[in-house]
């Protein structure tokens, strides 16, 4: 339900633009909202901004995180401690060395990791640290993908800023070459709602780009890290219970843990 909520609340969000730049009067779209000069600073700038702040190969995380928010649903802890869980009945019925034949078989990267983990290190330490190690890159990715989001929120607004400057520029100097006497009055009033125009749309673009979506992208970003960070937490748990042959049972338990009551109730009805 997570991407449905992302892809309703950017149709949401997208009505109520148009329907606040149409002319109630008239019924016609206010063209003064559509200009290719002020969304090219505003874009045209962010986007530069993105490329001097961040190294060409952490720029995949735009496109990584556009998609994301609109086609990823949150990791499913239950599924996760289900998973487990069988693991465990087939490791106390066949060996460890069922698990191997599972590897290839398990759709999760990160417990296919871990599983592989276990049947390499026979030393907890060694195993825990590098479970924890790989644990701790996952969320220094999804960490730098944020920040990235983040700071294309705060450029965007300065960017819609300077376009204002920008705008104000061209209203202040608009014929300034030519004598004042020689100016005609409509082509000075037409340089000065030209750089109006420009000078207010710029900063419309801005706000609108970084609050309906660099901002809550981050946002969106973050609720899904957590929601897989927590079941890679329950997998490292399960992988330690899984090596010490823990009963399925208690392998169950000690993972529901880390889960809601109403998840708890979702395992316990078997859906």
Known sequence: ????????????G??????????????KFIDAFLNWQGL??????TFAAVL???????????????????WSEPSDVSQTIERIEDLSHQKLKSGILVLEKQIDQID????RFSISQMLIYSDDGLLMASLRNSQNQINLRHQQCQELFHNMASYAPAFGMMGTVMGLIIMMTAHASGSS???DSEDMLAGLMSGMGLA?????????FANLLFVPIAGKLKVLSEAELLKNEVIIKGVQNLKHTHSPILVRE?????????????LAHGY
């Not at 999760?108 to 417990?111: A, M, V």
């Not at 000690?254 to 979702?266: A, I, Q």
Request: hydrophobic content about 50%.
């Open 1 to 12: 339900m997570s991407k449905s909520a992302t892809i309703l609340g950017l149709l949401f």
């Open 181 to 183: 006497a020689l100016v």
């Open 14 to 27: 997208l009505i109520i633009l148009l329907l606040s730049t149409v002319d109630p009067q008239t019924g």
């Open 52 to 70: 001097i702040n961040y190294p060409l190969s952490q720029l995949s995380c735009v496109w990584h995180g556009f998609s994301k928010v609109l």
């Open 40 to 45: 090219l600073v505003v874009l045209g700038g």
């Open 108 to 111: 999760d990267p990160f417990l």
């Open 200 to 208: 207010l749309v710029t900063t419309f673009y801005g706000v609108l």
């Open 254 to 266: 000690s993972l529901l843990t880390f889960v809601n009551e109403r998840t708890k109730e979702k």
